[in-house]
Structure formats: C-alpha cells, structure tokens
C-alpha cells in the first residue's frame, strides 16, 4: 500500500522568510510519481510539480524548489523569500506507474505567511 | 473550456434525497478522476474513467455512490439517499492521458462543496 505523510500540519512564517515543506511516502514499487498541488483560499487544487522516481535532480522554479531524496523517501518542498500570496495548503501526492491513475495525497501542510 | 469546470459549486441537501455533482472536463483529454476531500485532510480518490470507460471504482464508498462518463466527456457522480457522513468536497480532475509520464498531470477543478442536513 501507498502512503503519503506530511508531518507538518500548520507552519507559520513572516514574510520573506524561507520555509520548507516536508513530504515522505512509502511504496514498493520501483517506478512512481510524485506531485505537489497547492490549495489557495480560494480552494482550488493547482497543480505545482510532477517527478518521476528516476530523476533524482533537484528542480528550481522561481522562488520555488523541490528537493527528491529517495534514500529517505522524500520530496520536500522550499519557498525562498514567501510572500503573503503563499499561503495556502499544500499537498504532496505519489502516483503509482503501471497501477491507474489513482493520486494518494498527504493530509496537507497549511501554510501562513504573515506580512 | 479553459479548465475543469464542475457544477454546482455547492448542494445542501436533506439527508435521504439523491444528488448528482457534474464534472467537464478540460477539452481533449482522456482520463477524468473524482475525489472526495473531507475538511483538513487531503483528498481520496473515488474513481476513474478512460474515455467512456471506469477503470477503477474501488475508492468508492459503497453501492449508493455511482459515476458514469457516457461519451467520454462529461461525468456525473451521483450518491443516493444521502447520509450526514458523505458531506465534503468532491473534487474532479482530468488529464490529456492516462499514467504517470508526461503530460499526465491531473488538473483540477473548484470541486462540489456537499451538506447534507
């Protein structure tokens, strides 16, 4: 069975702080897909980033990165210099290749960024 | 359309009655989810659809919750005799194929915010 934990249920920053976002996930299968989505107020889920299990490179985009660890099954999410439009909840998710298409998502870090 | 559109955004409703949540997806792609997200928690996969056909039902509940997708576009969730337990968000999400690879991130829309009183 899939598992996705995100320990971290509510952090708080000020803004321009950097803050980063922790995900684990447990799974046995060798060929998987990891995603982060961010929940605004608003309530929509936007889909941020995708990984696949072979491509351990970190990414960057913007002020957003995205650190994959698979020695520690981890994909941890960073905002350098968060700004009040950052705050949200955010969701880690694994998708399992060969299995569908059914996402399995952490419980979610709610994140406030104060001014 | 330009994105997932589901309707209504949100249905009370009396404990008993039966309700259908509408999803359109975003033009062209294949493979349409549903999901349901209880409040502070993340969201649980109900089904799935490729084209016209459901690949996976297994997140469904139990035999009151059904969803059909006819011609492969639009879906229709329908849950009935509601019960207090089944309100949440449902959420539905599509994607321009099937898998994990490229292109087959799963956008989502605003969801179907459910009460049942």
């Known amino acids: 069975a899939q598992k996705v934990t995100q320990a971290q249920t509510e952090i708080s920053v000020v803004e321009k702080e950097d803050v980063t976002l922790d995900c684990v996930y447990e799974?046995?299968?060798?060929?998987?897909?990891l995603f982060w989505y961010k929940q605004p107020p608003s309530g929509e889920l936007v889909f941020l980033i995708r990984r696949n299990s072979f491509d351990e490179q970190n990414e960057i985009s913007g002020r957003y990165s995205w650190n994959f660890q698979k020695s520690t099954s981890s994909f941890n999410f960073t905002i350098t210099a968060s700004q009040v439009v950052d705050s949200a909840v955010y969701f880690c998710?694994?998708?399992?290749?060969?299995?569908?298409?059914?996402?399995?998502f952490g419980g979610g870090t709610r994140l406030m960024v104060k001014p | 359309g330009a994105g997932v559109s589901q309707s209504p955004r949100y249905k009370v409703t009396k404990r008993g009655q039966d309700v259908a949540l509408r999803c359109d997806p975003i033009s062209g792609h294949v493979s349409l989810y549903w999901y349901r997200q209880a409040l502070g928690q993340g969201p649980e996969f109900l089904t799935y659809f490729n084209y016209e056909a459901q690949q996976d039902k297994s997140g469904l509940p139990n035999d009151r919750f059904s969803a059909e997708r006819p011609e492969g576009s639009i879906s229709t969730l329908t849950i009935q005799r509601t019960e207090q337990r089944d309100s949440a968000m449902y959420r539905c999400?599509?994607?321009?194929?099937?898998?994990?690879?490229?292109?087959?991130?799963?956008?989502f829309g605003q969801g179907t915010r459910l009460t049942v009183v």
């Open positions: 998710a694994l998708l399992i290749g060969g299995a569908g298409n059914m996402l399995t």
């Open positions: 999400a599509s994607s321009y194929r099937m898998g994990g690879g490229e292109n087959t991130e799963a956008f």
């Open positions: 799974t046995r299968d060798t060929t998987y897909y």
